[in-house]
């Protein structure tokens, strides 16, 4: 699964949830850093990865457009990067049938 971190979280995701997670990014290792948020969703649709955010743009775009890309928004507060880590290593499984469910277009982490 190819996960693509948004700028609200850590670079250092990637490499720690590479075994669960092969091939994903993070928008600053890609050049989308500060990129509009719509620039960040068409790199994702076009590359096919799972958008992964803390905030509400992408689930509302979501609910606009569809997929791909399908979101994962974690709507948590502040959280340490080791806490987000270990939040979608619980939800592996879920995220796993949001990524295999061509009906699907979300996931909502609480």
Request: negative net charge; proline residues 6%; contains cysteine.
């Amino acid at each position: 699964m190819k996960l693509l971190f948004d700028e609200n979280l850590a670079p250092s995701l990637v490499p720690v949830l590479a075994d669960i997670f092969p091939l994903s990014a993070h928008v600053a290792q890609i050049g989308l850093g500060a990129a509009p948020d719509r620039a960040v969703w068409d790199y994702a649709r076009e590359h096919h990865y799972t958008l992964v955010s803390k905030d509400s743009d992408f689930h509302e775009l979501s609910l606009l457009h569809g997929a791909p890309p399908k979101v994962v928004w974690i709507r948590r507060g502040n959280c340490s990067t080791r806490q987000i880590e270990f939040i979608l290593r619980n939800k592996l499984d879920d995220v796993r049938s949001l990524v295999g469910d061509p009906e699907s277009t979300y996931l909502v982490i609480l």
